[in-house]
């Protein structure tokens, strides 16, 4: 299992969404459904899916929150054949926020929000030297524009093993800000992610439509991270919170994945209501109520 797992959050479409998806990359497939009930949102599907190997989570709980591109997926491929028709099938429904052509940086790219609001940027040039297909970009804009140096350095001291790979800021008079981070590369807990700065006006900023859920072992896990990444107390709710830059994140026990994908409804009931009540995850609380106690 993957330490940190981006989380999609839609209306009713999940389980369209990711069939969808993992039609357009080998080594794809959804792995899990199930269906949690009792909820604010009344009913909701959970699906646990893989893209190219790598794990994502969905789900289907109202229209609360709307994908933007502040945080989008950065997918790299290996030849020209490969990205047209992956851009020409996300495109069906979906627009354009920078045309699929030729860059400086990349033989063909391109940047789009699909049908369904989720944000992607393909990029194919034999210069690419990327080990992930795809990674979660993150985009400072508005209030926090300026702050993706600062947010990496704050990541990347919470997670074990990570580091900043590469930064690259903006020059004088090249089209941002100057000392703006153009394109920067990092990893968390050997993850793969990238960020950058926006000071140009945008309607958007980071929210829960696209979170990151942590995955941890043990109840001190759930406390480090907790206490190292929340920063907004009204938003801690069910396991979830928002950093000081408004990324949205899930500090959520291993087990939990397990017990949802079991397909045993009683005992996802009780954890379900258990944890409904909760801000931070309690795991021998959870426990307990699987155990039916």
């Given at each position: 299992m993957q330490k940190i797992t981006p989380?999609?959050?839609?209306?009713?479409?999940?389980?369209?969404?990711?069939?969808?998806?993992?039609?357009?990359?080998e080594n794809s497939k959804v792995t899990s459904v199930s269906t949690i009930t009792g909820t604010p949102s009344g009913d909701a599907d959970i699906v646990a899916f893989t893209l190219a190997g790598q794990e994502f989570?969905?789900?289907s709980a109202g229209p609360?929150?709307?994908?933007?591109?502040?945080?989008?997926?950065f997918v790299v491929f290996d030849n020209e054949k490969e990205i047209e028709a992956v851009w020409n099938k996300l495109i069906e429904g979906g627009k354009a926020l920078m045309e699929y052509a030729t860059y400086p940086w990349a033989q063909k790219?391109?940047?789009?929000?699909?049908?369904?609001?989720?944000?992607?940027?393909?990029?194919?040039?034999?210069?690419?030297?990327?080990?992930?297909?795809?990674?979660?970009?993150?985009?400072?804009?508005?209030?926090?524009?300026?702050?993706?140096?600062?947010?990496?350095?704050?990541?990347?001291?919470?997670?074990?093993?990570?580091?900043?790979?590469?930064?690259?800021?903006?020059?004088?008079?090249e089209g941002d800000q100057e000392g703006f981070i153009k394109h920067a590369r990092f990893t968390l807990a050997g993850q793969n992610f990238m960020a950058m700065d926006s000071s140009l006006e945008h309607k958007f900023n980071f929210n829960e439509a696209?979170?990151?859920?942590?995955?941890?072992?043990?109840?001190?896990?759930?406390?480090?991270?907790?206490?190292?990444?929340s920063a907004v107390p009204e938003a801690e709710q069910c396991g979830w919170l928002k950093d000081q830059y408004g990324v949205s994140w899930q500090i959520v026990p291993t087990a939990m994945q397990k017990i949802m994908a079991s397909g045993d409804t009683e005992k996802i009931a009780r954890v379900t209501q258990a944890f409904l009540k909760m801000k931070k995850f309690d795991i021998a609380e959870l426990q307990r109520a699987a155990d039916g106690k």
């Open positions: 989380h999609l959050w839609f209306d009713k479409e999940a389980k369209e969404a990711t069939a969808f998806y993992t039609t357009l990359f989570m969905a789900i609360y929150f709307k994908f933007t591109p502040a945080i989008s997926f790219y391109g940047w789009l929000d699909d049908k369904y609001g989720l944000s992607w940027q393909l990029s194919w040039s034999e210069n690419h030297q990327f080990e992930q297909k795809i990674t979660p970009l993150l985009m400072f804009t508005n209030n926090v524009a300026g702050k993706a140096k600062e947010a990496i350095e704050t990541y990347t001291s919470i997670f074990p093993n990570s580091k900043t790979e590469m930064i690259m800021p903006y020059a004088k008079g696209v979170s990151l859920i942590v995955h941890c072992d043990t109840q001190e896990e759930i406390d480090h991270y907790w206490e190292k990444l």
